[in-house]
């Protein structure tokens, strides 16, 4: 079969085209904007790519292709989809490929959330892949154990991100109502999307179309500090449902504590593990951290022992985890100046991925780069919470082009921290004109924000 892939270069439809050609099917495909990782990675496999959406592939690199896989950033008015759709090219999504042709034989654990999927996915991939599990999997990131996104094997088990954007141009339902797990997390629920999603009601609504598609002799693994997802079980549940939280002595408490029970997973802060209150295990070394991830790490060991992963097997997994691209990744250090990239767009992963820093770094100053390029960012929907997410900044740099609002004004309340220009390199000036040694820098986006990355890294070199 040929797959031609149009928006490749997205995390899932990048790890979606990787699978495809390992299954041995012909994939080519095209994107616009492309950037590392994924641009990368389809190049090491030997896709073809073709930069935009020009009506002429259907005759050059498409012709012939047996079916047009569409991403979920595809729109009506885009050109080759408009020519696929007047020649009655056959075309489908690419959840719905996946379901068809990966996932239908497939003992599948799925990991839904508004924050954490992509690490908790990694983790629990990770896990099962060190139990000698062999799952295939296909994550929202590269998570460096693997070197890759998305991996198609021969054994019974699939770890997948269960994302709750809309699947398609044709079909506005959530991507995770196609994966139909047998073990699925609930990791957290927050309002995210503002461009699909009306409100928070909105998307708990899609959330419990997925807790709808669980078998009963299915299990759900459920954040039970979040309120939200309370309301969403309350709407109706007919699967096994465990719960996980931080311990009850631990310095940060949920506000809203799960039912009491057996089925309850805690973690303290010092790693402690248990279930029901018995001791499991402890998580001890690992290298994430954060409360948050030592949440995401034992909803992958709940989630593992669905399958028979023993707990003290799950920790020697977690032992040996070195991480996500991009998620507090570290790109370098020059000068004594640290520069760390991470995904962070909403701010409430934004507040989260601060303590985490903060926690790593004690006292020494932070400088905090942010684009808000997510279209919930772009539309001002959370920016009366950007300047409390970035409180624990010591400075902040924020990039203003493409936004609906002014980020001056809701980054007010920081005062003199705050810095805001929609010129790139009048960013990266202010960043290196205020960095001295011993400061961290942390990049926040969920796009490529111009290769700041490494543009910073060499003015910080060659300004010694």
């Known amino acids: 079969m040929h797959l031609h892939v149009l928006g490749i270069c997205g995390t899932f439809m990048g790890g979606l085209a990787a699978m495809a050609r390992a299954a041995g099917h012909t994939v080519t495909g095209c994107d616009a904007n492309v950037y590392p990782p994924m641009s990368t990675q389809l190049a090491s496999l030997g896709i073809a ?26 729109s009506r008015g885009n050109p080759l989809l408009e020519a696929i759709l007047d020649g009655s090219r056959p075309y489908t999504s690419g959840p719905q490929w996946l379901a068809e042709n ?135 549940c007919w699967s096994e449902v465990e719960y996980f939280d931080v311990a009850a002595s631990s310095a940060h408490p949920h506000p809203n504590p799960p039912p009491l029970g057996e089925g309850v997973w ?33 909803a992958a060991v709940a989630a593992a022992r669905h399958v028979s992963v023993p707990v003290r097997e799950s920790v020697r997994a977690l032992a040996a985890f070195r991480g996500v691209k991009r998620r507090l990744e570290l790109r370098g250090t020059i000068r004594g100046i640290t520069v760390y990239d991470d995904f962070a767009h909403h701010p409430t992963a934004i507040a989260v991925t601060m303590e985490a820093l903060r926690r ?66 009048t960013l990266i000036d202010a960043i290196v004109a205020a960095a001295r040694s011993g400061d961290h820098i942390l990049i926040m986006s969920n796009g490529g924000f111009g290769g700041i990355h490494d543009k910073l890294l060499s003015r910080l070199a060659s300004s010694a």
């Open 360 to 425: 790593l770094v004690g006292d020494k100053r932070i400088l905090a780069v942010l684009e808000p390029r997510s279209n919930t960012m772009k539309l001002g929907t959370m920016k009366a919470a950007l300047a409390t997410s970035l409180a624990d900044a010591d400075l902040v740099f924020c990039y203003a082009a493409n936004l609906a609002w002014d980020p001056a004004l809701a980054l007010k309340p920081l005062g003199a921290r705050a810095h805001t220009t929609n010129d790139l390199a």
């Open 102 to 236: 990966v996932l239908r034989d497939k003992w599948v654990l799925a990991v839904a959330g508004t924050h954490g999927k992509t690490t908790t996915t990694a983790l629990l991939a990770w896990i099962l892949d060190h139990a000698g599990l062999d799952p295939g999997f296909l994550i929202g990131g590269v998570a460096v154990d693997f070197g890759v996104s998305a991996r198609l094997t021969g054994g019974p088990f699939f770890v997948i991100e269960a994302d709750e954007y809309d699947t398609a141009f044709s079909d506005k339902r959530s991507k995770f109502v196609h994966y139909r797990p047998r073990t699925a997390i609930l990791n957290n629920l927050d309002y995210d999307h503002a461009d699909i999603f009306p409100d928070l009601a909105a998307i708990e609504r899609e959330f419990h179309h997925l807790v709808r598609t669980v078998p009963q002799r299915g299990r759900l693994i459920v954040n039970g500090g979040d309120g939200n997802l309370q309301r969403v079980l309350a709407r109706g």
């Open 266 to 298: 805690t973690i303290g802060d010092d790693g402690a593990i248990a279930l029901g209150g018995a001791p499991q295990g402890v998580l001890s070394p690992f290298s994430l951290v954060g409360v948050h991830n030592r949440l995401n790490a034992l």
């Open 49 to 74: 790519l073709t930069e935009g959406y020009d009506a002429a592939q259907l005759e050059a690199v498409a012709k012939g292709a047996d079916v047009f896989v569409i991403g979920n950033a595809i």
